[in-house]
């Protein structure tokens, strides 16, 4: 069973008064790439989510966000009051010996550098943030992963039907085959007849034989269709064995595409190029799709 790349989950969960929200949202991508954005208060966990995200994704864009809502002031930041007062005496004794009259307003003090700084939990309560972030980016993360299969599931059946359509071709072009030979022994018979027909001369069987002979180990195609059905076989397998079968299955279709086109460059009938245009148009959707899976 394989799945898609593109998914979307999202979990909640409170810890001492704050609420937190986990979106997990992913998107195609050929290699494995996290964007992971915390709120300051739960900064400390960008290590362990991204090792979350690694053993449940293989492959993707993978943009998860955690936002806090409901939280105390407490639990967004501290104010350094030390640095605060001493600031304060600071401006109040320098106005006092320049004999400037006036208040302080505080709002404009909080403005400074390293006055509000972001709150730094105690170890007791980083772990319960780190509890209930972890448990609920997991359930996020089983959302994501259940829509991903579904979604894989459409693209298997896709990708199936895509390969059922292209072995009918290929059976098509197995039986076009043998006329093709039939065919050009005849009409090189019937051109040298009426090339000699005037000299009175009369064709060496085996010349024509030894005629038909390279042109059928020229435009000879059994290898290639033998390979191409065998890449149809290791396609649809991997489609069934595998859950990360995206790079695999993005390798077969680009030997797909290329025993189709030593087909139609070997070819010299035109009802077997017109199927193997057929086959080419398959293959070129499957690749599509494949950029879809994980």
Excluded: W
Aim: with cysteine.
């Amino acid at each position: 069973m394989i799945n898609s790349m593109t998914g979307y989950g999202e979990a909640q969960g409170e810890s001492d008064g704050a609420s937190y929200v986990v979106t997990v949202k992913t998107v195609n991508n050929r290699y494995f790439k996290t964007v992971v954005k915390l709120p300051e208060p739960a900064a400390f966990l960008e290590e362990d989510i991204e090792k979350l995200l690694r053993e449940n994704l293989s492959r993707g864009t993978v943009n998860y966000v955690l936002r806090l809502k409901d939280a105390s002031a407490d639990a967004l930041f501290d104010i350094d009051q030390a640095a605060l007062q001493a600031i304060a005496e600071t401006l109040s004794r320098t106005g006092a010996s320049a004999g400037i009259q006036g208040t302080i307003d505080i709002s404009n003090l909080l403005n400074l550098p390293g006055i509000i700084r972001p709150a730094s939990p105690d170890a007791e309560k980083a772990k319960q943030i780190r509890d209930v972030i972890l448990r609920i980016s997991a359930e996020a993360l089983a959302q994501l992963k259940k829509m991903r299969a579904v979604e894989g599931g459409f693209l298997e059946t896709d990708l199936k039907k895509r390969c059922q359509a292209i072995e009918q071709d290929l059976v098509k072009i197995g039986a076009r085959r043998t006329i093709v030979m039939s065919e050009y022994a005849e009409k090189l018979k019937r051109r040298v007849d009426e090339l000699l027909a005037h000299a009175e001369l009369r064709l060496d069987e085996d010349i024509l034989v030894r005629e038909v002979a390279i042109f059928a180990d020229r435009s000879d195609i059994s290898e290639e269709i033998s390979r191409l059905d065998s890449h149809l076989q290791q396609f649809a397998q991997c489609c069934e064995g595998n859950d990360q079968a995206g790079r695999r299955l993005d390798f077969i279709s680009q030997e797909m595409l290329r025993e189709a086109n030593t087909i139609a460059s070997k070819a010299s009938d035109t009802e077997i190029i017109r199927f193997v245009v057929d086959i080419k148009c398959q293959i070129d959707r499957i690749k599509e799709q494949v950029q879809n899976v994980e």
